[in-house]
């Protein structure tokens, strides 16, 4: 599971124009320093996230 930090600091939000590293805005304070994002950020950053996670397991191959 990818944390809501993770989620800010990988991917931007289509939904509120959030920079990477931004919170989502909201009309809520409330709910913007509780971390919460928008439902495409987070997709967009689990898929990131995955990504990343399937090149870190890959093994380098070398062609000779």
Same mark, same amino acid.
């Given at each position: 599971m *990818?944390? !809501? %930090? $993770?989620i800010?600091? #990988? =991917?931007?939000?289509? +939904?509120? /124009?959030?920079m990477? /590293? $931004?919170?989502? &805005?909201? *009309?809520?304070? +409330?709910?913007a320093?509780? /971390? @919460? ?5 987070? &997709? #967009? =950053?689990r !898929?990131i996230?995955a $990504?990343?996670? @399937? !090149?870190? #397991? +890959? %093994?380098?191959?070398?062609?000779m």
């Amino acid at each position: 599971m *990818i944390s !809501k %930090p $993770e989620i800010i600091a #990988l =991917a931007a939000c289509s +939904a509120c /124009g959030a920079m990477r /590293g $931004e919170p989502c &805005t909201f *009309i809520r304070a +409330a709910r913007a320093v509780a /971390g @919460q994002s928008h439902f495409p950020r987070v &997709t #967009l =950053a689990r !898929k990131i996230h995955a $990504e990343n996670r @399937q !090149k870190a #397991l +890959a %093994p380098d191959t070398i062609n000779m």
